[in-house]
């Protein structure tokens, strides 16, 4: 292998890993139009595992922003990141496959204003796959799969006893 050619792994590499930490930051700060930037014409995905939908950039951008009402604080961790390339079509080197573990926390809307606590109340874990796709835009996301592995929900506090 030429320099040149290891030089150009190591960039699509560093592109790639650009395109899942920018999916992460969208998701957490909101910003569905970023979002909708991260993925390729006909781009999909899929949160079924997860309780959620499967279907286009759009639709999933729609049902995330409503449903992440629910959390005003979310922060994703994405992280164990296995980048292959040629992986989705006929060893193409305009393709990607990444595998990646992810721990999840969030906070829950919190009814009652004086209640500043910040430590997360609801956290979830398991494995992304994103299919991404080399464009004259960059790398974009053809595809990307959630498979949740375990959830924890807050613990229900002991009903009072009234005598």
Known sequence: MTQRVELAI???RLAVDEVIT???VAVDDGDWEAYRK???PGGRADYRSAGGIEGDAGEIAGWLAESMRLFPMR?????????RFGALDQNSDDTARVQADY????????EDASDAATAPDFVCGGRYTFGLLRTYDGWRLTEVVVEEKWRRLPERRPEA???
């Open 10 to 12: 190591v960039m699509d």
């Open 161 to 163: 006893v009234v005598n």
């Open 75 to 83: 922060q994703h961790l994405i992280v164990n990141r296995r980048i």
């Open 38 to 40: 991260l993925f390729a």
């Open 103 to 110: 721990v999840n926390p969030m906070r829950f809307t919190s």
């Open 22 to 24: 920018e999916y992460a």
